[in-house]
């Protein structure tokens, strides 16, 4: 079965949260991407993600448009 573009996008995410410039890049297009269930499913997920990463809470900006 293949994976939901969600569920690529969080491990996308995942690998590239070493580097916040290349996690807000991967944000932005992510946006771009996913659809309407999509976007609140990350919109959840980055949320929770960034609560042990303040160094990402930066990349939130572009969900809160």
């Known amino acids: 079965m293949p994976t939901s573009m969600f569920g690529y996008t969080k491990t996308v995410l995942e690998n590239v949260s070493f ?3 290349l996690f807000c890049k ?3 297009k992510a ?3 996913l659809l309407p269930y999509e ?3 990350l919109v959840d997920w980055l949320y ?3 609560v042990s990463k303040p160094e ?3 990349c939130l900006v572009y ?3």
């Open 56 to 58: 990402l809470k930066a």
């Open 31 to 33: 946006l771009k991407m």
């Open 63 to 65: 969900i809160e448009k």
């Open 48 to 50: 929770k993600f960034t």
């Open 39 to 41: 976007l609140e499913q």
């Open 26 to 28: 991967e944000v932005e």
């Open 19 to 21: 580097d916040p410039a």
